[in-house]
């Protein structure tokens, strides 16, 4: 291009001449910050242990045994390549995939194997790697989605839905996750990627998590998008929740994570301290041979 311009909610953000035109430049126009901002991430002081995984084994790598431990107010990101495994160890904690074995235990307590319903009542979340085929009801309203996790917590004798509580949870989440929505009442399937993938999170976010689990959490969504979201993720560790991400996002990995655990061939490889995360580190882990 011989210049660019930048929109920014659908406002002219600024215009760069060609020998304005880098990554960085077009980055902090459009989230409005300097782009060294982006990764928003906090100091945070790690409390004690709500979530151990001891010996989880997945169907999808039934030889491979893997054991974490995530303490209150942390970010721990979950790297690999493509097919490592990410995907399947996340699903196998929360029980949509059912383990053939292996422990899960959030605050102490113990949740039976493939047990969900038990995962999401000991204060368990999780938003899924594609929001579209298993994240959203695309067809239905912003207000239907939002509250489906939590519906049957404030159901109105357990039976009728309380259409007062899923209007006052999407308005909730309309102003502090910046949901850009016409009404409650919007098809969802008409929303933006990134606007899609915040009422997701309202969605689990609404069941009270003390420990999240995020697949992907970034994937085809805007720049402005990611960096809410970013900033979303250190309130949330900030406020005492326990957050473990898979990412294939390398700069996504380095940016936010108090430390990184690396997975390849379904077993983690070993971990990363903040101190110790590169690129060049990661990857290495992301390669070696699993034994």
């Excluded at 060609?18 to 459009?30: F, Y």
């Excluded at 928003?40 to 409390?47: A, L, M, N």
């Excluded at 039934?62 to 209150?72: D, T, Y």
């Excluded at 790297?79 to 490592?84: H, R, Y």
Aim: charged share 25%.
């Amino acid at each position: 291009a011989d210049r660019v311009i930048v929109l920014r909610d659908g406002a002219n953000a600024g215009e760069l001449n060609r020998n304005q035109i880098t990554h960085d430049a077009m980055v902090s126009l459009m989230v409005g910050r300097d782009v060294s901002r982006f990764y928003q991430r906090s100091s945070h002081q790690p409390g004690e242990v709500l979530l151990e995984v001891t010996n989880l084994t997945t169907t999808a790598w039934p030889r491979q045994k893997n054991q974490i431990s995530l303490r209150r107010g942390e970010i721990v990101g979950l790297a690999g390549l493509v097919g490592a495994g990410r995907s399947e160890f996340l699903r196998a904690i929360f029980g949509v995939d059912e383990p053939i074995n292996g422990q899960v235990k959030i605050a102490g307590q113990i949740i039976p194997e493939g047990d969900v319903r038990a995962a999401i009542g000991a204060g368990l979340a999780l938003v899924p790697e594609d929001r579209k085929q298993q994240g959203l009801l695309l067809e239905m309203s912003i207000r239907e989605n939002a509250s489906l996790a939590s519906l049957k917590t404030h159901a109105q004798a357990r039976v009728f839905v309380n259409r007062g509580y899923e209007q006052n949870l999407c308005q909730s989440y309309r102003e502090s996750l910046g949901i850009r929505m016409a009404g409650a009442e919007q098809q969802v399937g008409d929303l933006s990627g990134g606007n899609q993938q915040k009422v997701v999170l309202a969605r689990w976010l609404a069941t009270h998590p003390v420990v999240l689990l995020l697949d992907e959490p970034t994937r085809g969504i805007d720049v402005g998008a990611k960096e809410e979201i970013y900033r979303m993720i250190d309130q949330l560790a900030g406020s005492g929740m326990a957050i473990l991400f898979a990412s294939s996002e390398m700069e996504e990995i380095i940016g936010i994570s108090d430390r990184v655990l690396v997975m390849r061939d379904g077993r983690i490889t070993g971990e990363l301290q903040r101190n110790q995360l590169t690129e060049e580190a990661v990857m290495k882990l992301a390669t070696q041979k699993v034994h």
